[in-house]
């Protein structure tokens, strides 16, 4: 029953922006962490953001601070990631996922995104070239 469906993936040149967001369904957003993944061809899928229920507290990882910006609007029951100056290297297929009992922890990065997470998106293609 929980579903989560990306968008607004795209062929953007370097230097550009894109919104990817995720329609979530099922849960009330309000009381669920969030966050966004990536696999690039050939690549191990990586933790990219999260954010928290309450969408105080946020996570991501060290190539795209400063750059992507994540967030959330519980009464469209949608969370956003904000992709600014994108890089070749950004491109991949963009996931987000979501579970119960998931926290958005950034004091413990790597358990926090290696965790199981039983629902995941189909994911949205991020293409970033000239």
Not at 18 to 25: D, E, F, M
Request: hydrophobic content about 30%.
């Amino acid at each position: 029953q929980v579903q989560l469906v990306e968008s607004g993936g795209g062929l953007v040149q370097p230097g550009g922006s894109l919104r990817l967001s995720c329609a979530v369904s099922g849960v009330t957003l309000a009381y669920y962490v969030v966050g966004w993944f990536r696999q690039g061809p050939g690549k191990e899928r990586e933790g990219v953001s999260c954010i928290s229920s309450a969408g105080d507290t946020t996570y991501y990882t060290h190539s795209v601070k400063g750059r992507f910006t994540i967030s959330k609007d519980d009464a469209k029951n949608t969370v956003y990631l904000q992709m600014n100056n994108l890089k070749p290297e950004d491109t991949a297929i963009y996931y987000c996922a979501t579970d119960y009992f998931w926290i958005c922890n950034p004091n413990n990065p790597d358990a926090t995104m290696r965790a199981t997470l039983d629902y995941w998106g189909r994911g949205t293609q991020v293409t970033v070239s000239s």
